[in-house]
């Protein structure tokens, strides 16, 4: 059985989904992306905040150490003033009791000293200081009043380590919410791109032949756009694809005529009973061939202006040169003919379009006209420059039977020809002039000529 355009298209979508891709890289995620680089900002920040915590905790603690110390210097002096010496000194306050205390009068006589066996020495610095003792690290506050001073001291080992203390009690719900926030950011990440693989999964799941539009509800305002040009794209192709089935199934039909006309014009010529019928069989199989060559020529050209994507930019084409050699072309079977051939164009006329394409568009029109003129007619090619508010346009017309109202639409489809037209035409010149039309996104416009009498074919170009 032999392949159809779907099977051919499954199995071409099989074998590259079974080729190897060793070498290439497989590749990378936008949610990893997304979630790496957002679980690395939230541990980074989370370790900054931490630290910043951490130091200023320790700070403010050290502070709030040696406020303590200043109060308690100041309540000793407050209470030593108060009464007598033994008395003042009977209640220390608890919370100094993990620290040195002395009091000195002062003439050098001490007063008063906390249980420790550790002398702070007498001359100290007023205010705060650290000083080592016994090889110990204290923080000393001093405070002198005109009878005595009070020398508050802490040692440093045991400030910093309550300090460190309160400062990671601080820090604890960083460190405890941070893994939580992570686990929010990754659950998040996936929530806002889920509608991504879901989109994936639509487009996986299709067949090879399914070109519908995805569906975009739902989706948000950065996925839409792609969606929609994707949708844009499946439209094109659908499209694509219908012209190209219904192109497919008409060539087959048209091209069963001519070849079945040439097989019955063989067996003329292999059953001719004498050389003359043998002489007029052969001619009338050299015309058959010279009309499927001409349809096949014409299928192929068709073909290739409807599947035009215009990738190339236009260029400037001289559309007055581009008439005198279609005219200088069609000048033979013209004299033929007996047809009088004009041409009507300046000097120079310039339009954006495609050389070629143009070229094939005014040779099916000439040919045309050509063809459905009678001997002794006319036909007469113009081109019209671009200025004064008209752009460029070229026209063919011709002293024919013209084309009925009713059917000068319907001869621009494929294979259609009007009643009663004499030849043997196809049905494709006009359906290729079209094409060629819609791709320069020129105006194709088909009347009455109003000098010659027969049907005018004009090609115009916007202002």
């Not at 067949?207 to 839409?224: F, V, W």
């Not at 000439?366 to 063809?371: G, I, K, S």
Request: aromatic share 4%; proline share 6%; glycine share 8%.
């Amino acid at each position: 059985m032999p392949d159809t355009p779907d099977s051919i298209a499954v199995c071409a979508r099989h074998e590259l989904a079974a080729a190897p891709k060793d070498h290439e890289k497989r590749p990378s995620s936008l949610r990893g992306r997304l979630t790496r680089a957002l679980l690395v900002a939230v541990l980074l920040i989370a370790c900054a905040q931490a630290f910043v915590t951490y130091r200023t905790a320790r700070q403010d603690t050290e502070a709030l150490f040696d406020a303590q110390m200043q109060r308690i210097a100041i309540s000793l002096t407050g209470s030593l003033a108060a009464g007598d010496q033994a008395g003042g000194l009977a209640s220390v306050p608890a919370s100094a009791q993990d620290m040195i205390i002395q009091i000195w009068r002062a003439d050098g006589l001490m007063l008063y000293r906390s249980p420790t066996s550790r002398l702070l020495p007498p001359q100290a610095v007023i205010g705060f200081s650290d000083l080592r003792v016994d090889g110990d690290a204290y923080r000393v506050y001093a405070l002198q009043t005109s009878t005595q001073i009070v020398q508050v001291a802490q040692q440093t080992e045991a400030r910093r380590e309550m300090a460190g203390q309160l400062a990671l009690r601080a820090v604890l719900p960083v460190a405890l919410l941070a893994p939580l926030l992570m686990l929010v950011v990754w659950w998040v990440v996936g929530r806002a791109l889920a509608p991504v693989e879901r989109v994936r999964r639509q487009v996986a799941a299709r067949r090879a032949d399914d070109l519908a539009p995805l569906p975009t509800a739902g989706l948000p305002a950065e996925l839409r756009p792609l969606v929609d040009e994707m949708n844009g794209l499946l439209g094109r192709l659908a499209a694509a694809w219908a012209a190209l089935t219904h192109f497919t199934a008409d060539a087959a039909h048209e091209l069963r005529s001519p070849l079945a006309a040439l097989r019955l014009q063989v067996q003329s010529v292999q059953r001719a009973p004498d050389e003359a019928a043998r002489q007029l069989a052969g001619e009338r199989l050299l015309g058959g061939i010279d009309r499927a060559t001409r349809l096949v020529e014409q299928l192929l050209a068709l073909a290739r202006q409807e599947g035009a994507e215009r990738a190339a930019p236009p260029v400037p084409v001289d559309l007055a040169a581009l008439a005198r050699s279609a005219v200088a072309d069609a000048a033979g079977e013209a004299a033929r003919r007996g047809i009088a051939l004009a041409l009507d164009a300046p000097d120079e006329a310039t339009a954006q379009g495609q050389p070629d394409a143009l070229a094939v568009l005014l040779r099916n029109l000439v040919d045309n006209a050509l063809r459905y003129t009678p001997e002794g007619g006319q036909v007469r090619v113009s081109v019209q420059s671009a200025g004064a508010g008209i752009g460029a346009a070229l026209l063919v017309e011709d002293s024919g039977p013209g084309i009925a109202a009713e059917d000068r639409q319907r001869v621009l489809d494929r294979f259609y020809r009007a009643p009663g037209a004499a030849g043997h035409g196809s049905g494709l010149g006009l359906a290729i002039v079209s094409a060629i039309a819609r791709q320069h996104e020129a105006a194709l416009q088909l009347d009455a000529s109003p000098a010659l009498g027969g049907l005018r074919v004009a090609l115009r170009w916007p202002d």
